[in-house]
Each structure stands twice: as structure tokens, then as C-alpha cells.
């Protein structure tokens, strides 16, 4: 337990060490402060109300030399009594963010003046959080949520709370839990960094402690490596989960920021992650441990290229698709439609472009930077007319094998068909016609981008 003078020397030493954060950032914390009607219990020498008040007054006095700090004040269950019905969206901004210098009092002032009344509406209070922390190009947004009790309207705070983490709205929320029964622990961990307060000398110390893990320079940036091993690739999604889970923590574009460097993240340093970076194909690293206190590079090998397909010809309403794969491998990295260009990791890729006939390519190299572009000629369509429905297939025909190519749809009389430039048979046989001798057979050439109508009778 730390005694007065302790305390306030512990103070002293944070806030020199906070003096030399770097001024470029702007750290932003909002209280979440309980006053519903439960902190009227005992506790200790006094009701939790007057505890939570005189502790957070010393807290507060110290906050106001620290540098590049913007601190705000939310309440809950203070203006509505809880009986005869709950106030389930009695939480309002009571003190908007300015600096720590002049909002300190201020918040003070406010916390001193309030009296118990309502309920404890912890998940509609972290959704209305949002509107609190006004647009900001280099903050770090903070959340204290100091509380007797667990949600009582019906919310969920856990997934308001990872929600709100998601968007970006604020990192991982410190939660003090004053007086509360241990089994509630659990309650908070999922929506935050709980600790628990069991006497008023433990407040102060949790307070401290949560204002230098809150206050922590650690960082972290992700260096996406090319090919020469220079974090200059860029601008793809990334995703933290928690090692060994599939818990989604944080998401992120990727981005370089405006000195050229790899943007600076705030990660929980608490936990140990597994980073997935959603290029094509993916690149994966697990079990990563964040240092506290430093600035933290975790390298990721993700040289990327350029892979375009375009079709060589005479443009109609036909675009095909290519089924990309990594060399040497059946599985499905990705869709591409022609017209487009798409980055993919340098290497060697089989494409299969989804024409009639199929056209097969294998081994096209995507290299550094580059783009490597594919053409291949635009399909002619075929118009089918046949004098009523039947059976038949088309195949190609180079006058030494015939290959399959698809078969005719048995319920149409008129038929579009793209295909690609060369020779083809085509056979057909009416449905209703009971000799095989009746069949038809023609032989036709396709040319890229023309029309061309068969006529099966």
C-alpha cells in the first residue's frame, strides 16, 4: 500500500517522464464515471460515492502538468431515479475534452457535485462514447470506465466494446471495478482491462497504475518488405488476432504515412498476436510479443506485383473470368475478370481463363513492382438457330482430333454461345426425331470478336 507522500512522489515521476512523449501525439482520456444509486453503499470508512470523490479529486490535481493530454468526463445513473422505471439512457458528456490543464478542475468540480440516483446503463454509455471523441488526425483515444456494478439495462458491453475497438472509436478500455464481488472480473475482462479495487489505498494505486499504462509509448508498425527487403509496400488489410485464437483485436489498411514511414499503431501490449496481412496469397505471422514501453517493428516479407488481363480485339458484351492459383497448386487464390489489374505476391501463378474452350497458362511470373499483362483474343458469339428444341454438343475441330467443348441447352431454339477464335464442329439431333440418322453436323470458324449464325436444320 503507498502511503500520501509516496503516492504524490510516484506522481512527480510520471509526469517528467510524460514530459518527454512525443509531442506529435495527443492523448485523450475519457472518464466513464458510475453514480448510480449503488454507490451509496458502505465501503471502507465511507459510502463508495464520497471514496470514489476523494480519491479521484488527488488523482485528478495530478494530471494537470502532463503534457499533450485532453481529458473529458461521461456520467451515468445521475440524473434519473431509478425507481419507479430505469433510465436506461441516463448517461450524458458532463465535462467535453480540452486539456488537462484547465479540464482537471473542471472535471473535479463536476464529480464533487454529484449525487447518486439511477441505474448502470454501461453499454449504452460506451455507444454514446463515440460522439465524445470529436474527429482527430494524431490522437490516442482513451476509455476509464470506473464503476460499482455490472450492466443493468440489458446491454452488452462486451460487443459494444470490441465494436467501438474495431472502428478505431478508442483502444482497449481500462475498467476499475470498485468494490465489486472477484467473479465479476470475468464480466469486464471481455470488454476491457479490468482491475479491481478492494480498499480506498488500493483506488489510488490502481489509478496510477492505469494512468501509466493508459499514458505507455508503446508502438508498433508493421514493415511490409519488398522484394529488396524496403518497407515500401503498402495500402492491403491487416489483421491482429489473438495467438492461437481466431479473436479478431484489431483491423487495419495498411499505410504509409506522409514522412514515407510505415503509421505508427497502439496496440494492447498485454496480449501476444497473430498477424494475417490480406494480400494475394496471404502472408501470416504468428505468436508476436509487443515490448512495452518501445517502439515495436514486426517485418512481414510481402513483395508485390502487378497481374492484368485484357482482351486482344474487337470489344463485345463478353468478358471472361480467370481462376488464379499459386504455381503447382489446386486451390482458388482468386477471381479475376479481364479489364482488371490485381497484386499479387512476386511469384509464378497458372491462370485458368473461363472461355469456351478453357485456355490454360502456367507459370506467368508476377515480379516486383511491375505489372506483367495477359491478352488473349475476344470470343466471337455464335448464334445457334435450330428448328426446334433437341440435343447436341459443339467441339473443336482442327481437322486431325475433335475435342469437347460444351454441350447445346436442350430447351432453347435459339442459342448465344461465346467462343473462342478457331475451328468447330457442332452436332445436333431434334429431341423429337427417333432417328440418329436425321442428326445434323456442321463445321464453322469463329473469329475473334465477330458474329456468326449456324443454322441446325
Known amino acids: 500500500m503507498l502511503t500520501q507522500r509516496k503516492f ?26 458510475d453514480d448510480s444509486y449503488s454507490m451509496y453503499a458502505p465501503w471502507n470508512s465511507n459510502i463508495k460515492i464520497e471514496v470514489a470523490k476523494k480519491v479521484m479529486s488527488e488523482f485528478l490535481d495530478s494530471l494537470k502538468d502532463i503534457p499533450n493530454l485532453q481529458l473529458a468526463l461521461r456520467c451515468y445513473g445521475h440524473t434519473t431515479f431509478f425507481k419507479p422505471e ?3 439512457k441516463d448517461t450524458k ?40 471523441f470529436t474527429p482527430c488526425n494524431n490522437c490516442r483515444n482513451i476509455v476509464i470506465l ?16 470490441i465494436e467501438l475497438q474495431r472502428k478505431g472509436i478508442f483502444i482497449r478500455p481500462f475498467v476499475i471495478g470498485v468494490g465489486l464481488d472477484v467473479k465479476f472480473a470475468d464480466v469486464f475482462a471481455c470488454m476491457g482491462k479490468f482491475y479491481d479495487v478492494s480498499n480506498e489505498a488500493n483506488f489510488k494505486d490502481v489509478l496510477t497504475l492505469v494512468l501509466t499504462e493508459a499514458l505507455s509509448q ?24 489473438e495467438a492461437g485464437t481466431d479473436k479478431v483485436k484489431y ?28 494480400t494475394l496469397p496471404p502472408q501470416e505471422k504468428k505468436n508476436i510479443s509487443i515490448i512495452k514501453g518501445k517502439h515495436n517493428v514486426i517485418p512481414v516479407d510481402a513483395p508485390q506485383g502487378y497481374l492484368r488481363l485484357e482482351l486482344d480485339g474487337a470489344i463485345n458484351n463478353y468478358y471472361p473470368t480467370t481462376v488464379v492459383r499459386k504455381g503447382s497448386d489446386m486451390k482458388t487464390l482468386n477471381i479475376q475478370d ?39 483474343p475476344t470470343s466471337g458469339n455464335v448464334l445457334f438457330n435450330k428448328s426446334g428444341t433437341g440435343f447436341g454438343s459443339i467441339y473443336v475441330d482442327d481437322g486431325k482430333t475433335v475435342s469437347w467443348v460444351c454441350n447445346l441447352n436442350p430447351g432453347l431454339t435459339n442459342e448465344v454461345i461465346y467462343l473462342q477464335p478457331g475451328k468447330y464442329k457442332v452436332v445436333f439431333r431434334l429431341e423429337f426425331s ?20 449456324i443454322k441446325l436444320f
Not at 229 to 235: A, G, L, N, V
Not at 256 to 270: A, E, F, K, S
Not at 343 to 361: A, S, W
Open 218 to 241: 508503446t508502438t508498433v508498425q508493421v514493415d511490409l518488405l519488398d522484394i529488396n527487403k524496403k518497407p515500401t509496400e503498402t495500402d492491403v488489410d491487416m489483421t491482429f488476432y
Open 86 to 88: 430505469r433510465n436506461c
Open 434 to 453: 427417333k432417328e440418329t440418322l436425321k442428326s445434323v453436323e456442321k463445321n464453322f470458324e469463329v473469329k475473334s470478336g465477330a458474329p456468326l449464325t
Open 8 to 33: 504524490l512522489f510516484l506522481f512527480l515521476l510520471l509526469t517528467s517522464g510524460f514530459a518527454n512523449l512525443n509531442s506529435q501525439v495527443t492523448n485523450r482520456i475519457l472518464f466513464i464515471f
Open 146 to 161: 470506473i464503476t460499482d456494478g455490472i450492466e443493468e439495462c440489458g446491454g452488452n458491453p462486451c460487443q459494444v466494446s
Open 338 to 376: 479481364f479489364g482488371k489489374t490485381e497484386k499479387y505476391i512476386v511469384g509464378k501463378y497458372d491462370l485458368e481463363v473461363l472461355t469456351l474452350p478453357r485456355i490454360y497458362l502456367k507459370d506467368v511470373e508476377v515480379k516486383q513492382s511491375s505489372t506483367n499483362t495477359i491478352k488473349i
Open 93 to 132: 458528456l458532463e465535462v467535453p475534452f480540452a486539456d488537462a490543464k484547465s479540464n482537471a478542475l473542471k472535471i473535479k468540480q463536476r464529480i464533487l457535485r454529484l449525487e447518486p440516483l439511477g441505474t448502470t446503463p454501461i453499454a449504452y454509455s460506451l455507444g454514446e462514447s463515440v460522439n465524445d
Open 251 to 278: 483491423n487495419y489498411v495498411h499505410t504509409i504515412n506522409n514522412r514515407g514511414n510505415p503509421d505508427t499503431l497502439v496496440l494492447n501490449p498485454d496480449l501476444k498476436y497473430d498477424l494475417t496481412v490480406h
